[in-house]
């Protein structure tokens, strides 16, 4: 199994202000996804990365891949109470399979 | 991306009987993977599932007590045996299309065992 750390565990904000996820292992994976779940439902992409280094924008959500592809961050500029959720990262490696980060339980007061 | 139907969708089991989760996939899928959530934590892979053979299960993870089926490759279902209190989880069916969609998910199973 692949550890995946994820800090902070919890995140309590007010909308509008700006927030950073860590993702970080040991392990090098091939691409890493973040994902969000909501109550009652499985998780939802948001981005599939791939190459050291990279950088994807997806609206306010910013994610970036450690050069040497073992480490993840998420940040949120001027959260929205809609972003409120679980963020998950997740590595895969060179097999099919999928490991999941331990979660970042974010919430975004009005 | 695919459509998944998980269920049932939540039950309260008693203590030494089992549940199977049943997983339909609404496309063809050569791999299906079950996961399980634990209270206010993060997804645990239990098994891999592919048509046709005996699933691959993680460490910590063994098929008397997760059985796994795979009839087909729309298809899959969990059971969960001989259930005690520390079952209570949520049990999420997931598959990938390898079309660069990331994991598809079902709503998951809420399953408590009293």
């Known amino acids: 199994t692949q550890l995946l750390e994820q800090s902070p565990q919890f995140l309590s904000i007010q909308e509008g202000e700006n927030l950073t996820v860590y993702c970080n292992s040991s392990?090098?994976?091939?691409?890493l996804q973040w994902y969000r779940q909501e109550p009652g439902e499985g998780p939802v992409l948001l981005v599939t990365v791939v190459t050291g280094g990279e950088v994807k924008k997806l609206k306010r959500l910013t994610f970036q891949f450690g050069d040497a592809r073992k480490d993840s961050s998420l940040h949120i500029t001027a959260a929205q109470p809609g972003d409120t959720g679980l963020y998950l990262c997740a590595g895969r490696t060179g097999a099919n399979n999928l490991f999941f980060g331990t979660g970042t339980r974010l919430t975004v007061i009005p | 991306s695919a459509v998944i139907s998980q269920k049932p969708s939540r039950d309260i089991c008693q203590r030494g009987t089992s549940l199977t989760i049943q997983c339909q996939v609404d496309?063809?899928?050569?791999?299906m993977f079950w996961y399980r959530q634990q209270p206010g934590q993060s997804l645990t892979l239990i098994a891999t599932?592919?048509?046709?053979?005996?699933?691959?299960?993680e460490s910590g993870f063994v098929i008397d007590k997760f059985p796994i089926s795979r009839p087909n490759l729309t298809f899959s279902t969990l059971t969960v045996s001989n259930m005690s209190p520390e079952d209570s989880s949520i049990y999420l069916c997931s598959v990938d299309l390898n079309k660069g969609d990331g994991y598809t998910f079902g709503s998951g199973t809420r399953l408590t065992v009293v």
């Open positions: 392990s090098v994976f091939s691409s």
């Open positions: 599932a592919n048509q046709g053979s005996e699933a691959t299960y």
């Open positions: 496309s063809q899928v050569t791999m």
